[in-house]
């Protein structure tokens, strides 16, 4: 028996056309009544699925098929086969990051980040930040463009590119990258326990602005972000069978 498939995809034209055909061939059912949810699209519209879902109190697989560019989280396009592939399809879940990001005057608004919580400056100068760990002064000073908290799905996207580590998905550990530090000059970051509290103060934040980042929903002018694992919180992945995240991770690093 066919798995009952809601499917969705992004705005771009070969997304709503792979849409189009997906269905007809397929089929489609209300995001009420599936078992399975299909994204068509890119990662950016992948972590845009899941935000969905969770906001929506849904707790569905989803399985992508890359319409996009690098499709690190999707698994390869076909219209071909679909029952089969969903069938024997491998699951991952994986936990977001809780944000609470302070803002200049006082108010506080927080979100989820599948991949990483960022801080980014805003102005022509450097940002100095303060970290804390689970309520203890870790760094007093850190002069950089920025710093963000990865998790092990995320680990290949920002913070890879910021020269942070690559983390095997069932590790239980979390990145904390700095953005083109200046002082101290070589610190590389660190690996933090899962269950870790990490707090960042911005220091100066009248001539040195900051902006809080969760997966593109951005915060201006914060003066302290704090970020923890929201272990409450699961994000339910399906991979075709030999090409999990676990996989893709590992690969990832030798290439």
């Known amino acids: 028996m066919s798995p009952r498939v809601h499917f969705t995809a992004s705005q771009a034209d070969h997304a709503q056309q792979a849409l ?94 599948i991949n990483e919580v960022s801080l980014l400056r805003e102005g022509p100068q450097a940002a100095k930040l303060r970290v804390h760990v689970d309520g203890k002064m870790r760094m007093e000073e850190l ?27 069932r590790s239980e550990v979390l990145a904390l990258t700095a953005i083109a530090p200046f002082r101290p000059r070589r610190w590389r970051g660190a690996l933090l326990p899962k269950a870790a509290n990490v707090v960042i103060e911005v220091l100066n934040p009248e001539r040195r602005p900051v902006m809080a980042d969760a997966d593109s929903r951005s915060v201006r002018h914060v003066t302290r972000v704090e970020i923890s694992s929201a272990q409450d919180v ?6 075709d069978s030999g090409h999990g995240l676990e996989e893709r991770l590992l690969r990832e690093q030798f290439v």
Do not use: W
């Open 20 to 113: 189009s055909v997906m269905v007809k061939r397929y089929g489609h059912v209300p995001l009420a009544e599936a078992g399975i949810v299909v994204a068509l699209g890119g990662d950016g519209f992948m972590l845009q699925t899941l935000h969905a879902m969770q906001g929506q109190g849904h707790d569905l697989p989803v399985y992508g098929m890359n319409r996009g560019t690098v499709g690190f989280l999707m698994n390869a396009y076909s219209e071909d086969n679909l029952p089969d592939r969903l069938a024997i399809a491998e699951e991952t879940v994986i936990n977001p990051l809780q944000m609470r990001a302070t803002r200049a005057d006082g108010t506080v608004q927080g979100a989820l980040a």
């Open 234 to 239: 699961r994000h339910r992945l399906l991979f």
């Open 143 to 169: 002069v950089c463009d920025g710093v963000l908290v990865s998790t092990p799905a995320g680990s290949t996207a920002y913070n890879y590119s910021a020269h942070g580590p690559i983390l095997p998905i």
